[in-house]
Nanobody, 124 residues
Framework: QVQLVESGGALVQPGGSLRLSCAAAGFTLDDYAPGWFRQAPGKEREGLACMSRSGETIFYADSAAGRFSISRDTSKNMVYLQVASLKSEDTAVYYC?????????????????WGQGTRVTVSS
């Protein structure tokens, strides 16, 4: 069964950091381009970062550039999103998904294998 499971979300204060994890099951993550998205209440799902299958190409959305970092551990079949300098507007459910390619457009329809998401709440 192809599945992605996110974890690591929490309640954090503004300025705080988190590392979100995404475990892949039923497939080899190396064969795909993983991506991270988020969806805030009442808003559309937004692409944040993606990594090519080789790991050599990474794209970040403007909202993520400079504060978020995507990485992958092929030995564990996992992908991560390090999020820093968190703001209240970063409050959302964060999802990982897979695609055949990593493009800066972050089209939701190009991704599949969506997990349940992990909730990040930024509040003092």
């Amino acid at each position: 069964q192809v599945q992605l499971v996110e974890s690591g979300g929490a309640l954090v204060q503004p300025g705080g950091s988190l590392r979100l994890s995404c475990a892949a099951a039923g497939f080899t993550l190396d064969d795909y381009a993983p991506g991270w998205f988020r969806q805030a209440p009442g808003k559309e799902r937004e692409g944040l970062a993606c990594m090519s299958r080789s790991g050599e190409t990474i794209f970040y959305a403007d909202s993520a550039a400079g504060r978020f970092s995507i990485s992958r551990d092929t030995s564990k079949n996992m992908v991560y999103l390090q999020v820093a300098s968190l703001k209240s507007e970063d409050t959302a459910v964060y999802y990982c998904a897979k695609s055949s390619t990593c493009w800066r457009r972050f089209r939701v329809q190009d991704y599949d294998g969506w997990g349940q998401g992990t909730r990040v709440t930024v509040s003092s």
